[in-house]
């Protein structure tokens, strides 16, 4: 079975601060690695994914991730945070041949002041 | 190019009842899979369905239940409703059952008194 630990609940940061949201997720085989963000009153936007090849991944609204096989990782990093960044993520894994099947973590609640 | 739409938006039931919630997949999408998220929590998988058959199941009981439609929109249906049902109800679409690409719907919220 699969599982993910966000090891953060809540993160704090000021505008234009860098921040790093931390995922680490267990499996027995192996997966494909998503973030998404959740704005409140919105479904799920996927952010970025992980699913072969360099293990440094780009996303949308400049975010980017690595992930660490041998530390079982995939933490969220963004250079310089805004306001509008201000919502809740998830980090998701799914087992190659499990289509919908996404495992999600608790969530990390970022919240960015000016 | 309307994406994942959900209806209702809100939702009051009473412990014992039944309840509905239906999802239109984004165009050109033919997979729907639903999602419980509790207050506070991550989303949860409840199923998923293609080709109007449930092909993945999630750790949820038989309550629980869906259907899907030959234009492949979808209904997630809820039996002897719990307080513990009270959640938010996300749909998710995509094209081929083992597609990465999920689009989600914006949610039902469900609440049980």
């Known amino acids: 079975a699969q599982s993910v630990t966000q090891l953060d609940s809540q993160v704090p940061v000021f505008e234009e601060a860098p921040v790093e949201l931390r995922c680490n997720y267990s499996s027995s085989v192996s997966v494909y690695l998503f973030w998404y963000v959740q704005y409140p009153n919105q479904g799920l936007q996927l952010l970025l994914k992980y699913l072969s090849g360099s293990t440094l991944v780009k996303g949308i609204n400049g975010f980017e991730a690595e992930f660490n096989k041998s530390q079982t990782s995939f933490h969220l990093r963004k250079p310089s945070v805004h306001i509008s960044d201000t919502a809740e993520y998830f980090c998701a894994v799914r087992r190659y041949n499990q289509g919908g099947k996404l495992i999600f973590g608790q969530g990390t609640e970022l919240s960015v002041k000016p | 190019d309307a994406g994942v739409t959900q209806s209702p938006t809100h939702l009051i039931k009473t412990r014992g009842q039944q309840v509905t919630l239906r999802c239109s997949p984004k165009s050109g999408h033919d997979t729907v899979s639903w999602y419980q998220q509790a207050l506070g929590q991550g989303p949860q998988f409840i199923f998923q369905y293609y080709e109007e058959e449930e092909r993945q199941r999630g750790n949820f009981p038989d309550r629980f239940s869906g259907h899907q439609f030959p234009n492949y929109s979808s209904e997630l249906n809820v039996n002897a409703l719990l307080l513990g049902d009270s959640a938010l109800y996300l749909c998710?679409?995509?094209?081929?059952?083992?597609?990465?690409?999920?689009?989600f719907g914006s949610g039902t919220q469900l609440s049980v008194l």
């Open positions: 998710a679409s995509s094209f081929g059952q083992i597609n990465e690409k999920l689009f």
